[in-house]
């Protein structure tokens, strides 16, 4: 009887079977016509690759075990030791310390451009200079890229620009196709998106830099297991669907936020006083996904009171599921950045940053404001 399921199966095997000796030198022989080994590849991790590098219009994605091994690979990608990275000041935490605790000891070395710099980078590249990585929208103050002008200034000077583009999603941007030579995704977040998978994905516009992404996941052992590679599918389907309605609840709630005397600052693209508002409007293809930052006075205190009066707002510092969830920059994400750069940065003790799930607004706007009225 022949089975044809229309949902892939999970094919949760460590290992694929030969037939004989024939089989074998046909794998080595004909690379991707059958699997061998998990690490190596399985039809549902590929699944995921695909489907992502199809959304991103990329010549070829890996899956990752985690957003961490994603950034990893992309810039081992392009870098080896003795080379330098840029690195926009505006960066997830966990991309500086693997930078700067890691491949430092590999000799990679880092330097941080800040924001207002981005497009003039030529007093920060080094003859050794490889890479720019920047994010499309940043963690935690959501400032958003031009990712078209960015990519023409890093090609000017022969580097390649790695984009993290997990706060955006490939619903709001493409990176590859405003010039980035490559994307990458912690998959946990949007593309999952029911907080229940640890992820991630790497996208590139190359088919050799594929290739060499392909290489580094087999041979570092990056490679995604077969079960949370079928949940990040079954997320991936409705992420249009989802990032929709993100878009929606958050500008509502940043409206109403930003008229509320206990919140002093809003940061979200989708208001109009925004100083990327126009770029973000155009990246995004007019949505402005479900992030925002707000800020509290900078007490302790205040914040701590606000988030036990949430109902509706977890604090989990991860972010982009279904459900509402609020982080704390300063003692999470960022925690590990001296205070010298935290105050930089405009990460302040009252910097609170929201993930708007798809919940009915009302509610999420009804909790959020009994909890100021404290």
Known sequence: ?????????????????????????????????????????????????????????????????????????????????????????????????????????????????????????????????????????????????????????????KLKLVVDNTFASPILTQPIGLGADITLHSVTKYISGHSDVTAGVVVAADAEVAARLKQ?????????????????????????????????????????????????????????????????QEQGGGLFGGMMSIKLADDPEVVNRFMQRCQRWPFAPSLAGVDSSLSYPLGTSHRYLTPEQQEELGISVGVIRLSIGIEPVEELIADLKQALES
Request: hydrophobic share 40%.
């Open 216 to 280: 580094i996941g087999v041979v570092y052992g990056l490679t995604l297991s077969p079960m949370e590679s079928w949940l990040a599918v079954r997320g991936l389907k409705t992420l249009r669907l989802r990032m929709r309605e993100h878009s929606h609840n958050a500008l509502a709630i940043a409206q109403f936020l930003q008229q509320h005397p206990a919140v002093r600052a809003v940061y979200y693209p989708g208001l109009a006083d925004h100083l990327q508002h126009a770029l973000a």
């Open 1 to 157: 009887m022949e089975i044809h399921p229309k949902i892939t199966p999970i094919y949760q095997t460590s290992v694929f079977k030969f037939d004989d000796l024939n089989e074998l030198e046909q794998y080595f022989g004909e690379p991707g016509s059958r699997y061998m080994y998990s690490r190596n590849g399985n039809p549902n991790s590929d699944e995921l690759a695909a489907a992502v590098n199809r959304l991103e219009g990329g010549a070829g994605a890996i899956a990752t075990g985690s957003g961490m091994a994603a950034i990893f690979a992309a810039l081992l990608a392009f870098c080896q030791a003795g080379d330098h990275v840029l690195c926009a000041a505006d960066i997830y935490g966990g991309s500086s310390s693997l930078l700067n605790a890691e491949l430092s000891r590999m000799g990679i070395t880092v330097t941080y451009v800040p924001f207002e710099k981005l497009y003039d980078v030529g007093q920060y590249v080094q003859p050794t200079t490889r890479v720019m990585l920047a994010e499309t929208l940043s963690n935690p103050l959501l400032r958003v890229a031009d990712l078209r002008r960015l990519a023409t200034e890093c090609h000017e000077h």
